[in-house]
């Protein structure tokens, strides 16, 4: 084992109520890493998320922490701390009391606790709040001590629950930025749940993508959205044009009506694949000097750039550029080698 791995997760399995929800997990998580576990609902991240912090008893597989089996430890002895989606405060103690009460559950003096509270509001930038009431914090300030009531007792793995749903789109992106900082201040592991993607993408050193209670893939940000490994990883990974195509040989691809070349190899020949192709990553051209042409059917605005829906061939192809082409205009589509990725066919469920 890896000296640098604090959490391994071997074949794991869960069953509830006679149904296999979780199927055979692998999983190494590093000391002082920023893990991810993405997919949609009912993908098992979260009950992966309760196998580690104690609160699920795998039906098979072993839970090692720092090199030590951890099955049968229950979750006050294990060096994890849980945030919540609901970050279940005491409404009845205020700020300083909410983040100061584990210290005061583990008997830790006074002196202590007052310099460690001092600490955590400063870290959770929430100096001055101390006497506040906890109704009348507003979300993020909730979440930023239920953060530093977690962190604390100096946990050595934070696990988090979706813990941003609750928060609007603006508070959810300060957030990132914030729990990216404290990780990489405290130096301890934090293992995420989430199915946003754009979270999953701006915070983690690793993410594992999740679906049916397997591990599709896992990476870096980078690796999991330029190298997907199936058509699902990439839909659900930032947006995608998926296409039917053929691979005739190494290099060489079918699609739209025409053939490509690409750097993907080690298909069967004529096999048939799923083509997937990023928005940002076709070019629009002159018809006359485009690879495969198409009609404009639709432009939106989105900020940054506009999204294009182009019809060819009947494929809606979805672009994305910073020059909008009038709606109904004949537009050429060209693309790189590099920007295509092919892959294998995901066998039907």
């Not at 009912?42 to 072993?62: A, M, N, S």
């Not at 909410?98 to 001092?118: S, W």
Request: proline share 3%.
């Amino acid at each position: 084992m890896n000296e640098n791995v604090l959490i391994s997760l071997r074949n794991v399995a869960v069953d509830f109520d006679g149904e296999r929800i979780l199927h055979n997990i692998d999983l190494d998580i590093n000391d002082k890493e920023f893990v991810t576990l993405l997919g949609p609902s009912g993908c098992g991240k979260t009950t992966t998320l309760r196998i580690i912090g104690g609160f699920v008893e795998p039906t098979e597989g072993d839970v090692f922490f720092d090199g030590a089996r951890i099955n049968d430890l229950p979750p006050y002895k294990r060096q994890v701390n849980t945030v919540f989606q609901r970050y279940a405060l005491f409404p009845h103690l205020n700020v300083y009391e909410n983040i100061e009460f584990g210290l005061k559950l583990n008997k830790v003096d006074e002196k202590e606790r007052r310099t460690r509270v001092k600490e955590m509001l400063e870290m959770v930038n929430l100096k001055g709040f101390e006497h506040r009431s906890i109704n009348r914090l507003s979300g993020g300030q909730q979440q930023r001590v239920a953060i530093a009531r977690a962190l604390i007792n100096h946990p050595r793995v934070l696990l988090l629950d979706e813990p941003l749903g609750a928060l609007d789109l603006k508070l959810r992106k300060e957030m990132q930025v914030e729990l990216k900082r404290i990780q990489q201040s405290l130096e301890i592991t934090f293992i995420y749940v989430t199915h946003d993607q754009e979270e999953a993408l701006t915070m983690s050193d690793r993410v594992v993508v999740m679906k049916d209670g397997v591990i599709l893939q896992q990476g870096t940000p980078q690796d999991i959205y330029n190298e997907p490994a199936n058509a699902f990883v990439a839909d659900f990974i930032g947006e995608s044009n998926i296409v039917d195509g053929i691979m005739h040989r190494d290099f060489l691809v079918e699609f739209a009506g025409r053939e490509f070349d690409c750097v993907d190899k080690g298909f069967g020949l004529n096999e048939q694949v799923d083509v997937v192709i990023r928005p940002e990553d076709i070019k629009v051209v002159p018809s006359i000097s485009g690879q495969f042409s198409g009609v404009v059917e639709s432009v939106t605005f989105k900020g940054v750039h506009y999204e294009m829906i182009v019809d060819s061939c009947g494929i809606k192809w979805m672009i994305h550029s910073t020059h909008a082409e009038e709606v109904g205009s004949l537009v050429g589509m060209c693309v790189e080698p590099n920007d295509i990725h092919i892959m294998h066919k995901m066998e039907e469920e």
